[in-house]
């Protein structure tokens, strides 16, 4: 019964959530969306965190959220970069394998313009909180560059 009262929460999320004001939807014509092999990504050197939300905390919509990295340069999406990636936040996941690509949905949001901060509402209750950067193309660089955390949304 709770996981049907939290998809549908989820699902009304769609409505809620949007890329932010300032960043201009991503234009996906010539990206790659295919998952990239694992074997062939450059290793991770870093580390991402919620910079302002700590597990457990206790908030209220709209949600402000920073996103954290150490290790890595953001550069908006686009191409390849050694060393280089964007923030996407997942809401209720906490991460995605190692070269898989992030989709592009409500629950799955991408911050390819190199975004490190975003307002967004979430369903009440407990909300996991995924935090996954990934390269150029939005491949996942996997559970060393994500971080997770749940909240209680009133």
Partial sequence: MKKTILFAALGALAISCSQPAEAPSENHEGHNHQSVDPEKMDESTGRVYFANLENGDTVTNPVYIEFGVEGMDIRP????????????????????????????DSVNIH???GQTSDTVNLPQGIVRLGMQ?????????????????KVFVK
């Fill in 77 to 104: 999406a686009g191409e390849i970069v050694k060393g280089t990636g964007h923030h996407h936040l997942l809401i209720g996941n906490a991460f995605l394998a190692k070269g898989e690509v992030v989709p592009a």
């Fill in 111 to 113: 911050y390819g313009g």
């Fill in 133 to 149: 950067f990934a390269n150029g193309v939005h491949a996942s660089y996997g559970r060393d560059m994500s971080a997770s955390i």
